[in-house]
């Protein structure tokens, strides 16, 4: 009787969960085989946080240890279409072995396309030797030997090991969970924070990285990558940033998603990059073709599905730069770049002797202002002549105030043709 009054008046399904430190675990509908050496999920289907969720996979009980095989995916019960859509979808596998309380295997993760220039995302997890400290007061520390980080980003891959790292988990707090890490990342140092804030609505995310003396060579692409500043370079093309890296990122999704930061490169180098290839070729001028430095620095800002490069500065014995460089949402570029270059270096250039031969011998060097224009793909570049005019105007000698426009066309010209 009970049951059938149960069925007749019952207007919500039971709820049947798990609540723990903010995590909510709703509606557990499962199906699940036991078998002496193996447990098989058939479908278990729960609400995390309220984002609909399905796991299938098995877990076996070898001598040796247990085997872990699991697949897990957001919004089961929506069409592909709707999921390739939905924002909040992701997909998810783990496989590996777990020892006496250490693991060692993959974690495969799909995500939808965020909110900014870098393109959907595919990553791979490669843990080594991933061990389990002990939980005491919602703490919990994880280690691991070696970590590899595999990852697409529009279409192009990319990878990055990282060694002896540490994390430290504090979910103690019911609202706010905090994580600490460090490891040694491309033959420097890498340490941060990130914060999860689960009773927020979105949920809020803040990731502060710090980078001391990376090599840059080994983290480029993934750089530079999302700013279109690479030449068409075959694949096998290396070393295009070269130098120790150090700075510091963050990111946090509230009030929208923001990507930001400042690095800065000390004794490195640029190669096969498209403005200095342009300004070599132009300029007729090779050394600008590979560029050596004391510093390079930037700050970086991805938000609304714009970047920006800013307060960019070069500092190398023959030349300085500054400027700006911005991606809009429609990949069009706009950009501001000034170019300061030694008379040493004009020099070297048959374009500019008729400019030198008539202007004061006593400056060092010159400043070259250009604009950056046009889509990611194919940028245009240009020199903005008239601020070239007048400074060098000022650099004439007092007896050369007749015919100086006409004089100064002709010299201008010499180094456009």
């Known amino acids: 009787k009970k049951i059938e009054n149960l069925i007749a008046f019952r207007k919500e399904p039971a709820r049947i969960g798990l609540a723990m430190g903010g995590l909510n675990i709703f509606d557990i509908d499962c199906r699940v085989r036991f078998a002496s050496k193996k447990v098989e999920a058939e479908s278990v289907r729960f609400y995390l946080n309220q984002v609909p969720i399905e796991l299938k996979g098995a877990i076996s009980f070898e001598e040796e240890g247990k085997k872990i095989g699991l697949v897990l995916a957001s919004f089961p019960g929506q069409?592909?279409?709707m999921r390739r859509a939905n924002p909040r979808r992701f997909d998810g596998r783990l496989e590996g072995e777990l020892r006496r309380n250490i693991f060692s295997g993959w974690l495969d993760a799909e995500l939808p396309e965020p909110a900014n220039v870098f393109g959907s995302r595919n990553m791979t997890v490669y843990l080594d030797q991933l061990k389990f400290g002990d939980v005491e007061e919602g703490r919990i520390r994880l280690t691991a030997d070696r970590a590899r980080l595999d990852y697409v980003d529009s279409d192009e891959q990319h990878s990055l090991l990282v060694n002896n790292c540490d994390v430290n988990i504090d979910s103690a707090d019911h609202r706010v969970k905090t994580a600490v890490f460090s490891a040694e990342v491309c033959e420097g140092q890498m340490r941060g924070k990130a914060m999860i804030d689960l009773a927020a609505h979105p949920v809020k995310k803040i990731v502060q990285l710090e980078l001391r003396d990376v090599a840059a060579e080994k983290m480029d692409s993934i750089l530079l990558s999302a700013f279109g500043l690479y030449k068409n370079a075959e694949a096998h093309q290396?070393?295009?940033?070269?130098g120790r890296l150090s700075g510091e990122l963050g990111f946090r999704n509230f009030p929208e998603d923001e990507?930001?930061?400042?690095?800065?490169?000390?004794?490195?180098?640029?190669?096969?990059?498209?403005?200095?290839?342009?300004l070599a070729d132009g300029f007729g001028i090779e050394e600008l073709s590979n560029v050596d430095f004391k510093t390079l620095s930037a700050a970086f800002r991805v938000y609304k599905k714009t970047a920006l490069l800013d307060e960019i500065y070069l500092d190398s014995?023959?030349?300085?730069?500054?400027?700006?460089?911005?991606?809009?949402?429609?990949?069009?570029?706009?950009?501001?770049?000034?170019l300061n270059l030694s008379?040493?270096?004009?020099?070297?250039?048959?374009?500019?002797?008729?400019?030198?031969?008539?202007?004061?011998?006593?400056?060092?060097?010159l400043d070259f202002n250009f604009q950056l224009s046009g889509s990611r793909g194919s940028p245009n570049f240009k020199w903005l002549k008239s601020d070239f005019k007048r400074l060098v105007a000022r650099l004439l000698p007092g007896f050369m105030e007749r015919n100086i426009e006409q004089k100064l066309q002709t010299a201008i010209q010499a180094i456009e043709d």
């Open 317 to 338: 014995p023959e030349i300085r730069m500054n400027g700006f460089f911005r991606i809009n949402d429609n990949e069009m570029i706009d950009s501001r770049l000034s």
């Open 238 to 242: 290396a070393c295009r940033i070269s």
């Open 79 to 81: 069409s592909e279409g």
């Open 343 to 365: 008379r040493e270096l004009l020099q070297k250039a048959m374009k500019f002797q008729l400019l030198l031969a008539f202007v004061r011998q006593d400056f060092d060097n």
């Open 259 to 278: 990507f930001s930061g400042r690095l800065s490169v000390r004794d490195g180098g640029l190669e096969s990059i498209r403005f200095f290839g342009w």
